[in-house]
């Protein structure tokens, strides 16, 4: 072991400078090499492939924000779901098989719930007649 504390942390700093010198080489030369021919069709801003039109601080429907948070809502209680398949095995070697199947029933139960919840209160439709309406 060394003598000097620090000395263990040499081989990382080398590290870290190397990698920092060859992202600062490839950028440079990039910049160096690439050629620039600025058009009117490179500055302007880039739209899923489609020509801008209007005002981009436009308002967006509410039922946009309401899926978006269901989205993620949703998608955060599916995360839950994946723990527990790696571990059911190991609930099963320890007796409590019986008791993690019921209480994912339970969770997957409250989540069906929700779901039909919002399906039912047409959060979920992104049809002409809900949007005539006006509905969220």
Sequence with gaps: MPDNYYARYLPFLIHVLIAGGIAT???VLSWLVGTRKPTRAKLSPYEC???PVGDSRQRFSVKFYLVAM?????????????PW???LRDLKNLGQGLFGLWEMLVYIA????GFFYIWKKGVLD???ASMKRGDF
């Design 25 to 27: 080489a490839i950028i």
């Design 49 to 51: 492939g489609m020509t």
């Design 70 to 82: 269901l989205f993620i809502l949703f998608d955060v209680e599916a995360v839950f779901i994946y």
């Design 85 to 87: 398949a790696v571990i």
């Design 110 to 113: 409250i989540f069906l719930v």
């Design 126 to 128: 992104w049809g002409a």
